[in-house]
């Protein structure tokens, strides 16, 4: 089992950034890819980026440029830094955990960007 908590969301103006946070525990040695979504009100959850082991990184074009995703292996906690933000950025992000055999969530956390 992994638990993932979410933190830093908040209320921005455009222009502006955020730095979310996501914690993991529990069988913190079976997680392999880590990464972050987001869901706006009536749309499907996206890809926002995604981090191997190693580093390697992976964005979606509607970030590239502006975010960064980062993981700090020690402290078992994946970072995403949002700059630039824009209105339709606004959303609710969850952090992701891949195992190779089960996906874990986080409850996410509300991003709201205004104009």
């Known amino acids: 089992q992994v638990q993932l908590v979410e933190s830093g969301g908040g209320l921005v103006q455009a222009g502006g950034s955020l730095r979310l946070s996501c914690a993991a525990s529990g069988s913190i040695s079976i997680i392999n890819v880590m990464g972050w979504y987001r869901q706006a009100p009536g749309k499907q959850r996206e890809l926002v980026a995604t981090?191997?082991?190693?580093?390697?990184?992976n964005y979606a074009d509607s970030v590239k440029g502006r975010f960064t995703i980062s993981r700090d292996n020690a402290k078992n906690t994946l970072y995403l830094q949002m700059n630039s933000l824009k209105p339709e950025d606004t959303a609710v992000y969850y952090c992701n955990a891949d195992t190779g055999s089960w996906p874990y969530w986080g409850k996410g956390t509300l991003v709201t960007v205004s104009s």
């Open positions: 981090i191997t082991p190693v580093g390697s990184t």
